[in-house]
């Protein structure tokens, strides 16, 4: 994906600072050190240019933005036309090309050229007036911090056009009687892009009897790159290769990148998928058991975001309120991306399911500052909860608890945490990232037009109660 810098001008100045403008704007962009690159597309100088670059950028199926600044004023009205057409991600970078104002060197020929000061308050009006979702960054294009802004809205916005054309296969319904999993998937096509639908169980049992024993055997080598285990339990970490190569044809011959199963539909395989679900997370796909199609979206679009980063879904599970801590676990599918030291496959029995003993990667999380995030839909309209917290290295060793697991401390405190998570109408299920930034989710909920409840240091249970009575002012209820 690729990023379109548009510089705002008009012809008021006469062509040599134009021609200085254009020159500052290419510096100005290859300058930019980011994740996603910045192409320098125009300086545009009419509502003509405005509105042809717009509708390039909604047509490209590269762009995944557009960064604009005006270097010199670059009266507004001019851009409506082309802004009310534009469909892509906007950012509004406010900067200036020198940093600080030269003695000597300033007339009124200078202030004229570099005037963003008071260009970009133009620019920023017609943003404001046409109510238009945008990210505004300001400072000096130089400065890392400034660069890490703009960073952060890059995957945001790559997340975006990734969940615009995101597909969600489902094995089997939610389970039954669960509240929090189920939601609205035509709101949910309208609003965030994904299309969810279900596949027949059979149908998988299917693809998983037709996989070969090479394509098993080819499976198998790269488990052993990534992960331990004993030759004892090769034919039931065979099995887990079947299902997950069934799974993943599906996915692919749907051009899925997320998927959810339930513990309640096997009909026809032998154990519930552990290590295949895992594994399948670890290439990338998103996932949501029990049916949660939401956890499993969104788990896709944060690894769009981060695609070599470390998230996965997750599940609160227990608590230690004498340390403080919430155990995070689930029955079997964390992601090995998020593992503090080399994995471990296992078997063991698992109650649930009444399946055969399946086999699992075990392993400990990594320490360190994350994010628990989890979807909602409140009636109406999707809520994401973003609530930091800072994952330590589990203070026991469990040795009758063989799956993966770790443990955390939410903000702003472990109690006020839990409340405001419960108020909020948190799930049990989230993804867990120890990526995204406050900005990344912001610019990601602004831009998609959902509602975003943070939960951090600065959170009070009154300030909480008070934003999500103002959500339903704002969102309707
Ligand atoms: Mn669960």
């Known amino acids: 994906m690729k990023f379109w ?99 000597e060197e300033i007339d009124m020929d200078y202030m004229n050229l570099h005037q963003s000061a008071h260009g970009d308050r133009e620019h920023g009006f017609i943003g404001a007036r046409l109510r238009m979702p945008r990210a505004v960054v300001a400072g000096y294009w130089k400065d890392p911090a400034v660069q890490a802004k703009i960073a952060d809205w890059q995957r945001a916005a790559v997340g975006t056009i990734f969940s615009k054309s995101l597909k969600i296969v489902r094995f089997g319904d939610n389970m039954r009687e669960v509240a929090v999993t189920e939601g609205d998937k035509i709101e949910a096509q309208l609003r965030l892009g994904w299309q969810v639908n279900t596949w027949a169980v059979g149908d998988l049992v299917k693809e998983m009897d037709a996989v070969t024993d090479a394509e098993i055997d ?17 034919e039931c970490i065979r099995y887990q290769a079947r299902e997950e190569l069934g799974i993943e044809r599906i ?110 990667i075990v392993f400990e999380g990594m320490e360190g500052k994350a994010k628990a995030l989890s979807l909602i839909d409140i009636g109406g309209r999707f809520r994401l909860i973003a609530q930091d917290i800072t994952c330590v ?52 909920t602004r831009i998609m037009g959902i509602e975003l409840v943070t939960i951090d240091s600065s959170t009070t249970v009154t300030g909480l109660e008070r934003d999500l009575k103002l959500g339903d002012v704002i969102y309707g209820r």
């Open 5 to 103: 810098f548009i510089t705002g001008s008009q012809f008021l100045y006469g062509e040599e600072t134009l021609r200085q403008v254009e020159a500052d704007s290419k510096i100005i962009v290859e300058g930019l050190k980011l994740p996603f690159t910045v192409e320098y597309k125009i300086t545009a100088k009419t509502e003509a240019e405005i509105e042809k670059v717009m509708r390039e950028a909604n047509y490209d199926d590269e762009c995944a933005g557009v960064i604009t600044f005006c270097h010199t004023f670059s009266p507004s009205k001019m851009w409506i036309n082309g802004l009310a057409l534009l469909q892509k991600p906007w950012l509004h970078f406010h900067t200036q090309f020198n940093e600080s104002i030269p003695n």
């Open 393 to 444: 290295k589990p203070f026991q060793t469990m040795p009758n608890l063989p799956v993966a697991r770790t443990m955390w401390r939410p903000e702003p405190s472990f109690l006020e945490g839990l409340e405001c998570w419960i108020i909020a109408g948190g799930a049990h299920h989230t993804v867990l990232s120890y990526d995204i930034t406050d900005q990344t989710v912001r610019d990601f």
């Open 251 to 360: 996915l692919v011959h749907e051009g899925a990148k997320a998927f959810s199963n339930t513990f309640e539909d096997l009909w026809g395989m032998d154990q519930l998928p552990g290590l295949a679900t895992q594994h399948l997370m670890y290439k990338g796909y998103g996932f949501g058991a029990e049916g949660d199609w939401k956890t499993a979206g969104l788990g896709a679009v944060i690894k769009a975001m981060y695609p070599d980063g470390h998230s996965s879904f997750m599940e609160d599970y227990t608590y230690d309120y004498k340390q403080e801590l919430i155990l995070g676990a689930h029955m079997l599918e964390v992601d090995p991306r998020i593992a503090a030291d080399r994995p471990r496959i296992e078997v063991h029995h698992l109650g649930i399911g009444k399946k055969k003993d399946p086999a699992r």
């Open 218 to 234: 080819a499976l198998m080598k790269e488990y052993a790159e990534l992960y331990d285990f004993d030759e004892k339990d090769t």
